[in-house]
């Protein structure tokens, strides 16, 4: 396993936007995807989008498309999430965590290793 560190969560308007990033603590780092997950004040934690780190193959929730893009450093072993026009139910703590192995999946047990959370609240 390998810890993660998430950033850039925070306080944010309705309508604006925001980039998270994650990265792993240690730097020898080995995985072949990265996931975005969420979980909302009450609710189960759910998958936002995934990248691989070979060819930037990117998968995002189907009820996301649109405001959520995903993308990758591979020079700082870094991946972003980017989520445009914020909306208060966007309000969540976002995790990233790492997948060892293809192909690319969606599910919490799908991956081996995960970060502390991120906390974007979205409130006027």
């Known amino acids: 396993q390998v810890h993660l560190v998430e950033s850039g969560g925070g306080l944010v308007q309705p309508g604006e936007s925001l980039r998270l990033s994650c990265a792993p603590s240690a730097r020898a780092f080995s995985a072949y995807a990265m996931g975005w997950f969420r979980q909302a004040p009450g609710k189960e934690r759910e998958f936002v989008g995934g990248?691989?780190?070979?060819?930037?193959?990117?998968l995002i929730s189907e009820s996301l498309k649109g405001r959520f893009t995903i993308s990758r450093d591979t020079a700082k072993n870094t991946v972003y999430l980017h989520i445009d026009t914020l909306k208060p139910e966007d309000t969540a703590v976002y995790y990233c965590?790492?997948?060892?192995?293809?192909?690319?999946?969606?599910?919490?047990?799908?991956?081996?290793?995960w970060g502390q959370g991120t906390q974007v609240t979205v409130s006027s």
């Open positions: 965590a790492a997948r060892d192995q293809p192909p690319l999946r969606t599910g919490l047990l799908d991956y081996e290793s």
């Open positions: 990248i691989t780190w070979v060819g930037g193959m990117t």
